[in-house]
């Protein structure tokens, strides 16, 4: 059966899951990828089309000398201020989703038979679940989580387990999950086959 638009897939995944590893193979496959933190980044680089909202809630402060977010001091502030991340997602996922909404109407033009969109707060967003067909998490347990992202960041423990505390629990997780991966001890070959597998299996039926 072939769908009158490309599947669209949310993929999803808690810090350190090896998500980005997956995405990189599922583009290997054919999909089209639209990455919601890469477009974030874009949204809040030098220049980016959210800085001007954001320095107008947060003040020049939270805006550095280059004219981007100041991240550092934004976690700091949003640590210490439940109230201010919401307010800076306010300003952002509506662009976001607009960006998002762009980029997948340029990949069904050229032909993708799917797109994957890369959000890790798909678990946290209704709007998000209701725009994929199917859901993919990737998964792995808590302890590989910290290892990766201390190997990978350099950040301390504390600083890891805070992030991970801010994302959805891995049950709430796996529970929306129309496909799981448990990435713990997998080689990159094992990986792979289990994403071209789930691939094989979305894309025919």
Known sequence: MHHLRPLHIGLT??????????????VAQGAALVDTDAIARALTAPGGAAMPAIGEAFGMQMVSSDGALDRDRMRALA????TARK???????PLIGDQARQAADAAERSGAPAVVFDVPLL???????????RVLVVDCTSDTQ?????????????????????????????????????????????????????????LSH
């Open 87 to 93: 307010r800076l997602e306010a300003i952002i996922h």
């Open 13 to 26: 995944g808690g810090i350190g899951s090896g998500k980005s590893t997956v995405s990189g193979l599922l």
């Open 146 to 202: 910290i290892q990766r992202v201390m190997a990978r960041s350099g950040w301390p423990k504390e600083t890891v387990l805070r992030v991970i505390q801010q994302q959805a629990a891995r049950e709430r997780r796996r529970a929306i999950a129309d496909a799981i991966i448990f990435n713990e001890a997998l080689s990159l070959a094992a990986l792979e086959k289990e994403v071209r597998s789930l691939w094989q299996h979305w």
């Open 123 to 133: 678990t946290e967003s209704a709007h998000w679940r209701a725009r994929v067909d």
């Open 79 to 82: 640590f210490a201020d439940p």
